[in-house]
């Protein structure tokens, strides 16, 4: 399976069809019981990610946020007084994320732009940002080096700072999607991307390696810090149902060890990287 020949509209249509988290809360969408119900299950289940984002530590500062999906990480943002710009390329997504701000009487902190990442300067104005912030965006992208070379040639200066999250090749979800897929490792892209998210078939998942990771972020980035976290521990059919029920293989496990396991299999590969 070549990603690189994947149509964009295709990339674009999956994400309309179900917008990333949607069904994170039974609550009617748009509504403020939503949003929190959406933001309490994604902390829960994501832990990593206000930890990794540092939401306190923008504030005052001027933040671009490519893929911002339904906007969990983008009101967190805006929340702790950073000036947000958002962009996806899911105008379902928008949809719901503009909501979202209004909700929260967070609109006029965020500017959100729908826009295909890899032609970014297309749509937004180019301009310096403190933070450039991706979670899990990238590599659904059918060219991510594409996005990265916008950020580079548009939208940092020296001293800023870059985050993103790509999936992590040697990790415990591979290694579980390959046992379902009776290890079919000559397919393993495919099949990586068949189950990459809660919606099945994908048009683009790639997976990288700690070095990988830093080809792709390429010149002009000093790699600050790289580390992955990340492993479903509950049962999908509890979990459809907001029952947080762990699989039998991870209950008799201590926690710190867990942790541990999350660490170096984890799903979730997390970099900062500052711009020289
Ligand atoms: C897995 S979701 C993550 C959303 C959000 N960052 C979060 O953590 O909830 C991936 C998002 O990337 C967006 N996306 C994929 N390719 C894109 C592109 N080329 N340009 C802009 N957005 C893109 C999708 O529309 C989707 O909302």
Known sequence: MNFREVPIEKVKSFWDSRPCNIRHSPAQIGTKEYFDQVE????????????????????????????????????????????????????????????????????????????????????????????????GVIHHS???????????????KSGSTLKIMVYNRYSWKVFWILVKEKGKFWKLDEIIAKHS???????????????????????????????VEHIFPYKISKYVKYEYEKNWYWRWM??????????????HLCVTAKKI
């Open 40 to 135: 309490w299950r994604k902390y829960f289940v994501e832990p990593h990610i206000p930890k990794f984002a540092q939401f306190e530590k923008w504030k005052g500062k001027r933040v671009l946020e490519i893929g911002c999906g339904i906007g969990t990480d983008t009101i967190n943002f805006a929340r702790a007084g950073a000036f947000v710009t958002a962009v996806d390329i899911s105008t379902e997504s928008l949809k719901i994320a503009r909501k979202r701000a209004e909700v929260f009487g967070l609109q006029d902190r965020i500017s959100f732009y729908e826009a295909d990442a890899e032609r970014l300067s297309e749509f937004v104005p180019a301009e310096p940002f403190d933070l450039v912030y991706s979670f």
């Open 142 to 156: 059918p060219h991510p080096e594409k996005i990265i070379e916008q950020i580079r040639n548009f939208y940092v």
């Open 197 to 227: 998210e809660a919606q099945t078939g994908c048009p683009v998942t790639y997976t990288y390696t700690k070095k990988t990771v830093e080809e792709l972020i390429g010149d002009g980035f000093i790699i600050e810090e790289k580390h």
């Open 254 to 267: 201590p926690e710190k060890f867990f942790r541990k396991l999350e660490k170096s299999i984890g799903w």
